[in-house]
């Protein structure tokens, strides 16, 4: 293997592991949080590409960078309306239910959203273009570097710092995490837990519909978009630690980097190495990389 | 023109209600002549589903308005099948308990193989309007099973002959093969193809090299765009299919993959990467089922494209399309041949049948229930138009002189296996 | 739902709702048409398949969102046995169960020894996927194309000899197989050791001080649910004729849940129920094409968010007079995970 041949695998890598983490980091901090392992936040993912493609086909097309952009901000608040509105009706309901029935119902969940994309959108492949500025590769000696790939990479970083930030800089932030550490403390300290339920789930789901928009030129878009990215996010935050936006960054960089060397090495199993290291960690390390140590 | 709009929702739950109280439905010898439609119409094959359906709705409208079969009109009973084997037995063993033998539809290989042995336990036949597999006509052969439609084979085939006639000086070839079976057995057959006809017509021999697997189901190809990449092929053979391959286009535009090659071929997307990507699709070779420009004057083929716009708004119907309605029609001749819609009488009358469709006549081998019919080649360019793309060239070749000879019960062998 | 009695009624009970049941099975071929008795058989397979899965869950409070995995493994078996060895049915059948047990031991051992809760459940989905992977690439099962053309066996004892192939006969064979697995599944119910596994679900902690081996016990019964699980898989491979790797993806683990939650998973009647009535939904939905998903959605979250015991438990609460227990606590549950 030539210097080009693993900087090419390596941003491939980067690239799936940004791709990932973008759709995992909203579900990693509901779960976090509210402690709900929500099936159907692949179905609002979906959602949100949808609406990004819509918004963009109707402002004349996703060339430009900045309709590009802003059609992924705006699936983000429409996905984040969508959120509130599932949280009244369905995840309030579910609170201190068992986990079977909440990860039942949020598998409902997913059902109602492929058909109602079904309905709205109908059953054609869509195929959106990125923006013209990130059409074509960068050429560094033999390795080509598309240039959607570095963007996408770029989001995910972007995304992952903005978060940190967010929940260990900013008094709201805090807050989330006091709350995801001890709810009952912070309701004999007087904090409106459920205000703050609520405002996660709306950013969880604004995530979901965020990464929509961003990736919408990765793939096609289609019904079925959903459950494509389910198991990978599902691994990627089981890896890094349920509840940990750090751990779902740094356990989608490691998961992307075995699945492309396991897939260099053993080309006639794909998928394999990810199930094994996710069962593996699982084993070892059930909390994940970042988690916390069960008592 | 796929939406499901309100009126298609009223009518559907009308006909559910109807449908919900009666299980054990009676042996109608005198009504309608019932031909069930099993297809996928949900799930991720729901898209091409749709067109099976519409092909033959138009077919069933137009036999009946011309008097039916034997004087009855014809009535279609859909079920889905979810491209599922589980789904489409129950479907199947539902509506052949219902008294109603003759079946088309079938897309997915596995429904297909699945169908067999039932049809052949109670005494049914089914009709495959696109399977891609090649058992059917050879080692799961069953008498009860029929392909009214391209041969697996003989499109390969002819699209390597096509190669080395046009693109004579291109012989380093390479592929993009989905990790399942459909993939890797196309994939040989074409390599095999090359092996005969670029010595025999181009007077080169061809240098295959090692195909890149595409993990089949999952929404990033770009490690295998970079393996293709690195081996510097001049053709490219692309087996992946549906939303995956538009997927896999996609990605390949950041590297500039299809860029890199002089003749990109495609197995069998039809107008979905083009309608997909418009103007931004690398121009490629792609096999039809039905292109109705390539049949303009075709009296059948007129017809059907005029239907087919006024029932769906859609000015292009996909090949899938045209296999159902020449899969009705070829029902309509055998029943009429021979007088009869029983089972063993439509199989008699089907083997060895030749009928008329919108591709021009075609012939059901009796050996192995596999048609001949014309292969449909067309190449696409990207467009300056509403719709990004536009068909540049297209031949028609003669099936009878690529398609394998017959082999049923035995499996496939390739001379250069 | 957290009642400290799995309920079920007394054990004789059962055996005549069973009895009953069967019997009425055994008339349907004479009423409903072959398409209709092709999903009767699959229901009695499912309905199994659901109380295979409610030994971990209602019974010993252990999630499992991996049950495909032994499904598949009992079908594949049973497939290959009988179509590439020569294997006698009854036998395939019985080693197929074992091949079950076996895989959940290998499963449970190092599963349960590390999880539980959440974790484990997607432990078991990680591993069910593995599988899932396992099967589509292997040449000998099939790849993705799986195994066609099984055939339906004949059975024979010494002189005498049934055909399976003929008619509706393997119907009424997998009507008795089902029946004795659930009779087999009930009498676990009612066993020393089934009691000692709801005291488990109710409070591990005190199960272990009670001298309960808690873990051992978890894995026993989840070798059990697993050889179960495999026998109606392998049912399935003689039935549909064909096995492919769907049987082991993850939605197919998702359908036992569905089965019992809507039956009701305090109950041991549950899982049949909601069997019974998932696949009426879809038969009667089966020509409103493309709104499956819609439908199955909506009448799962109907059920899961406004009936958390199921249809039987709402049939229990309008019977009983005084307001049910309102099992679920927020205030205790939201601090304690």
Redesign the interface.
């Known amino acids: 293997m030539q210097a080009a041949?693993i900087v090419?695998?390596l941003v491939?890598s980067l690239?799936?592991a940004m791709?990932t983490f973008l759709v995992a980091a909203g579900l990693t901090l509901v779960f976090g949080t509210l402690?709900i392992?929500n099936f159907s936040h692949g179905g609002f993912f979906m959602i949100g590409a949808y609406a990004a493609y819509s918004i963009a086909d109707a402002l004349g097309g996703s060339g430009s960078m900045a309709v590009y952009l802003f059609g992924s901000l705006a699936a983000g608040v429409l996905v984040a309306l969508l959120g509130l509105v599932v949280d009244r009706?369905?995840l309030r309901?579910?609170?201190?239910?068992?986990?079977?029935?909440v990860?039942?119902?949020t598998?409902?969940?997913?059902?109602?959203c492929?058909?109602?994309t079904?309905?709205l959108w109908?059953?054609?492949?869509?195929?959106v273009?990125?923006p013209a500025v990130l059409?074509?590769?960068w050429i560094a000696g033999n390795a080509?570097l598309?240039?959607?790939?570095l963007f996408i990479v770029a989001a995910g970083v972007v995304v992952f710092v903005g978060l940190e930030y967010f929940l260990n800089r900013t008094g709201p932030g805090r807050l989330v995490k006091a709350i995801a550490a001890?709810?009952?403390m912070a309701r004999l300290l007087g904090v409106n837990v459920r205000l703050v339920y609520t405002a996660t789930v709306a950013i969880g789901f604004a995530l979901a519909g965020l990464a929509g928009g961003l990736l919408v030129?990765?793939?096609?878009l289609?019904?079925?978009?959903a459950s494509?990215?389910v198991?990978q996010a599902?691994?990627v935050i089981?890896i890094g630690g349920?509840g940990s936006i750090s751990g779902a960054f740094l356990g989608a960089i490691l998961l992307g980097l075995i699945d492309?060397f396991g897939?260099?090495v053993l080309?006639?199993?794909?998928?394999?190495p990810f199930?094994?290291a996710?069962?593996l960690i699982?084993?070892?390390r059930?909390q994940g990389l970042m988690g916390k140590a069960k008592h | 023109m796929t939406h499901l709009d309100r009126r298609s929702v009223l009518k559907y739950s009308a006909a559910a209600a109807a449908m919900a109280g009666v299980p054990g439905l009676v042996r109608a010898q005198s009504g309608p002549l019932k031909i069930g439609l099993i297809t996928p119409l949900s799930g991720p094959q729901e898209f091409i589903g749709s067109y099976v359906r519409n092909g033959a709705e138009i077919a069933v409208e137009q036999i009946n308005k011309a008097g039916g079969i034997l004087g009855r009109q014809v009535a279609l009973e859909i079920r889905d099948d979810k491209a599922n084997p589980a789904a489409a037995l129950a479907a199947a063993r539902e509506l052949l308990g219902a008294g109603i033998n003759l079946h088309t539809g079938g897309i997915s290989s596995a429904v297909v193989l699945a169908l067999g042995p039932v049809m052949q336990q109670e005494n049914g036949v089914f009709m495959t309007c696109g399977a891609g597999t090649e058992k059917m006509n050879h080692e799961n052969y069953s008498p009860n099973l029929f392909r009214p439609g391209d041969a697996p084979d003989a499109r390969t085939r002819a699209q390597a002959r096509l190669m080395a006639e046009k693109y004579p000086e291109v012989t380093r070839w390479t592929g993009l093969v989905p990790d399942h079976e459909y993939g890797r057995t196309t994939w040989s057959i074409f390599v095999d193809a090359l092996l005969e006809y670029y010595p025999a017509i181009a007077k080169k021999k061809p240098v295959i090299l090692e195909p890149v697997l595409m993990p089949y189901g999952v929404a990033d190809y770009r490690n295998g765009i970079t393996q293709a990449l690195r081996q510097q092929a001049d053709g490219v053979f692309n087996c992946t299919y549906g939303g995956d391959a538009i997927t896999m286009f996609q990605q390949a535009r950041g590297f500039g993959l299809m860029q890199r090659y002089k003749v990109v071929c495609d197995a069998a997307n039809e107008f979905l990467i083009a309608r997909g990507m418009k103007q931004q699709l690398p121009p490629h070779w792609t096999g039809m089922h039905y292109y109705a420009e390539a049949n303009k004057g075709n009296p059948m083929s007129d017809r059907f494209v005029a239907d087919y716009l006024a029932k769906t708004k859609d000015a292009e119907p996909l090949g899938w399309a045209a296999e159902a309605h020449a899969s009705l029609y070829a029902f309509k001749q055998a029943i009429e041949k021979g007088k009869s819609s029983e089972t063993q009488a439509v199989i008699a009358n089907l083997k060895g049948l030749t009928w008329d469709t919108a591709t021009g006549p075609r012939t059901m081998r009796a050996e192995d229930n596999q048609a001949i019919k014309d292969v449909e080649l067309v190449y696409i360019e990207p467009a300056a138009t509403d719709k990004g793309y536009k068909v540049s060239q297209y031949t028609k070749v003669d099936g009878k002189s690529v398609i394998f000879p017959p082999s049923p019960g035995k499996k496939l062998s390739l001379k250069t296996a | 739902m957290h009642t400290s009695r799995f309920l079920g009624g007394g054990q004789r009970r059962d055996h005549l709702i069973l009895l009953a049941l069967m019997l009425a099975a055994l008339c349907v071929p004479g009423v409903l048409n072959r398409g209709l008795v092709f999903i009767a058989g699959m229901v009695w397979i499912n309905a199994v398949f659901g109380l295979s899965f409610n030994l971990l869950f209602g019974l010993s409070g252990v999630l499992s969102f991996g049950q495909a995995m032994f499904f598949a493994a009992g079908a594949y078996a049973a497939a290959v046995l009988t179509q590439q060895m020569a294997v006698p049915f009854v036998a395939a059948l019985l080693l197929a169960a074992l091949v079950g047990a076996v895989l959940a031991a290998l499963v449970g051992v190092v599963a349960l020894r590390r999880s539980e809760g959440v974790y484990f459940a997607i432990l078991t989905l990680a591993f069910a996927e593995l599988l899932h992977l396992l099967i589509a690439n292997t040449a000998f099962l099939g790849r993705n194309d799986g195994l066609a053309g099984l055939a339906r066996p004949s059975l024979g004892f010494g002189s005498w000899r049934v055909d399976l192939a003929a008619g509706d006969n393997f119907y009424y064979f997998i009507v008795l197989a089902c029946g004795l697995l659930i009779a087999f599944i009930r009498w676990i119910v009612d066993t020393p050791f089934g009691r000692a596994l709801q005291a488990i679900k109710q409070d591990p902690e005190r199960a272990e001080f009670l001298g309960i081996p808690v873990r051992l016990h978890r894995l026993v019964i989840f070798v059990l649910a697993g050889a179960t699980t495999a026998a109606a898989g392998a049912l399935i491979a003689p039935w549909a004729q064909i096995v492919t790797p769907e049987l082991a993806h993850w939605s197919n683990s998702t359908n036992p849940i569905l089965y019992t939650l809507l039956g009701g998973s305090a109950y041991f009647w549950g899982p049949v129920l909601g069997a019974v009535v998932l696949s009426a939904v879809f038969y009667l939905t089966r020509t409103l094409v493309g709104m499956s998903d819609m439908v199955t959605g909506l009448l799962l979250l109907v059920v899961v968010v406004s009936l958390p015991g199921g249809i039987l438990g709402l049939l229990a609460r309008w019977t009983r007079p005084a307001p049910a227990v309102r099992a679920r606590v927020a205030i205790e549950t939201e601090g304690s995970r």
Do not use: C
């Open positions: 041949d090419t695998l491939n690239t799936w791709a402690h392992l009706l369905v309901r579910l609170a201190g239910v068992e986990d079977a029935y990860l039942i119902a598998y409902a969940l997913l059902l109602v492929e058909g109602s079904k309905l109908g059953l054609n492949y869509h195929s273009m990125p059409d074509g590769a080509v598309p240039k959607l790939s001890d709810p009952w030129s990765n793939q096609t289609s019904p079925t978009l494509a990215f198991i599902f691994g089981i349920m492309a897939q260099w080309p006639g199993l794909p998928g394999l199930f094994v996710m069962t699982l084993l070892l059930p």
